[in-house]
């Protein structure tokens, strides 16, 4: 498969027209230049991510103490190794993104890229001051690593990284676009259903401040799932011998895999032991995800019969909007600094 070309820094023979722009192997003179824009979606993707601007440390988190303290073993359990695993593919991201932003030759998504990887830094950040808030230094540390001890966790986390690692260690067309496949399953599947489990939560009375926290990344990764499917869906249009039959059947393999990884990892960390949730409900809520990642690349669906939103999981759409409850901003339980709405977007 090609090799990319890596984009020039200073490049004085860079094309300026539009219709010579390329997402990738493009010539770039990266300006940047908010008025001519080939990809004109990123001016309304630039606005939101701009608009969804937060301070982790802006949110009360005196309740969760209490409430750390007195969740059963069961919720403890799921909450600690859910807040492991999210933190580590925070990390990842903020990792990966520049690596990605090296071989994008359209100046314009490369700013999308370069916001995306300040917000995966901050959402790292609002999960440090989470653990440091509701527990002890030695718990902190136990919880950030479990994911290095744990053989399920350590094995979702691997089968991202690896995609990430063939991209790494070979800059070809393909890999890149796997690349973009596994960041899509991340945002899109993995941390969906992470955030579900806090909704869930939040739902019974328990850890309000988390569940804030959890919106407002949450409404970021909504952007972030946004920006990788219309990197996707550009690369189809530009590079179609990328996306043969028996490619889009593994990129669609892909997705099942990262669901399939998901549902057994929620029979693990969460079963049928945590208070309004049952298993049969996250399965089910997990597969429907699949579908609509698919779809929104216009691939065939996974899973039968999961086409539509599950009815018994509509609640976590509600508890996923962080302005629908408004609290005083001197209570430092921050709605937004510019009111933003959650990106509907089919996503």
């Known amino acids: 498969m090609e090799e990319l070309k890596r984009k020039a820094l200073f490049n004085e023979n860079g094309d300026i027209e539009l219709g010579k722009r390329r997402m990738i192997n493009g010539n770039t003179t990266n300006l940047n230049d908010f008025n001519n824009m080939k990809y004109t979606w990123v001016s309304d993707w630039y606005r939101q991510a701009m608009n969804n601007f937060w301070i982790p440390e802006e949110i009360n988190l005196s309740q969760d103490i209490k409430d750390y303290k007195n969740l059963s073993v069961e919720e403890k359990t799921a909450y600690d190794k859910i807040l492991s695993f999210l933190v580590f593919l925070d990390s990842l991201q903020t990792a990966n993104l520049p690596n990605i932003g090296e071989y994008i030759t359209a100046n314009e998504v490369n700013l999308c890229l370069t916001i995306q990887a300040y917000q995966e830094a901050i959402h790292s950040q609002s999960y440090g001051y989470i653990l440091d808030t509701i527990c002890s230094p030695e718990e902190r540390t136990k919880i950030l690593y479990q994911w290095k001890d744990d053989p399920l966790l350590l094995a979702r986390n691997k089968f991202i990284g690896d995609q990430y690692n063939d991209f790494y260690n070979n800059r070809t067309k393909y890999n890149l676009v796997k690349t973009a496949i596994a960041n899509?399953?991340?945002?899109?599947?993995?941390?969906?259903?992470?955030?579900?489990?806090?909704?869930?939560?939040?739902?019974?009375?328990?850890?309000?401040?988390?569940?804030q926290e959890i919106r407002y990344i949450n409404r970021d990764e909504n952007t972030h799932l946004w920006l990788f499917r219309s990197i996707i869906l550009e690369l189809k249009k530009e590079e179609p011998e990328i996306f043969t039959k028996e490619n889009i059947d593994y990129f669609r393999d892909m997705i099942k895999q990262g669901a399939e990884e998901e549902i057994k990892w929620a029979r693990y960390a969460i079963g049928d032991s945590i208070k309004g949730l049952t298993m049969n409900m996250v399965e089910d809520y997990i597969k429907y995800i699949g579908?609509?990642?698919?779809?929104?690349?216009?691939?065939?669906?996974?899973?039968?019969?999961?086409?539509?939103?599950?009815?018994?999981?509509?609640?976590?759409?509600?508890?996923?909007?962080?302005?629908?409850?408004?609290?005083?901003?001197?209570?430092?339980?921050?709605?937004?600094?510019?009111?933003?709405?959650?990106?509907?977007?089919?996503?």
């Not at 899109?188 to 939040?202: A, E, N």
């Not at 019969?305 to 302005?323: A, F, L, Q, R, T």
């Open 184 to 211: 899509y399953i991340l945002e899109g599947i993995y941390f969906y259903s992470g955030f579900m489990f806090f909704y869930s939560l939040g739902r019974i009375g328990k850890m309000p401040g988390t569940m």
């Open 291 to 347: 579908n609509l990642r698919c779809k929104g690349l216009g691939f065939e669906p996974i899973y039968e019969g999961y086409e539509e939103e599950v009815e018994s999981m509509k609640w976590v759409k509600e508890y996923s909007d962080p302005n629908s409850i408004k609290t005083d901003f001197f209570e430092a339980k921050v709605s937004a600094y510019a009111k933003s709405t959650v990106i509907e977007d089919d996503l």
